[in-house]
């Protein structure tokens, strides 16, 4: 009887060990993920504001010399 319990609390004790790991694990990957929000709201920022085309309208471009 009393190596029956011995062995479920190693069980118990590996189990513990075990959940902190993966709890762990899950809060470095929510850090993570909330990161890569922040970023890619950035980035979606900055192509917002960047969508302006670099090159002007037909109306505003001045004629090539050779016309």
Same mark, same amino acid.
């Given at each position: 009887?009393?190596? &029956?319990?011995? *062995?479920? *609390? %190693? &069980?118990?004790?590996?189990?513990?060990?075990?959940?902190?790991?993966?709890?762990?694990?899950? %809060?470095? !990957? !929510?850090?993570?993920?909330?990161?890569?929000? &922040?970023? $890619?709201?950035? $980035? *979606?920022?900055? %192509?917002?504001?960047? !969508?302006?085309? =670099?090159?002007?309208?037909?109306?505003?471009?001045? =004629? =090539? =010399?050779?016309?």
């Amino acid at each position: 009887m009393e190596s &029956r319990i011995i *062995e479920l *609390e %190693i &069980r118990l004790t590996h189990l513990d060990d075990t959940i902190d790991v993966l709890n762990n694990t899950i %809060i470095q !990957q !929510q850090d993570d993920i909330n990161t890569l929000q &922040r970023q $890619l709201s950035t $980035l *979606e920022k900055k %192509i917002k504001t960047s !969508q302006s085309s =670099p090159v002007a309208h037909e109306s505003e471009e001045t =004629p =090539p =010399p050779h016309y």
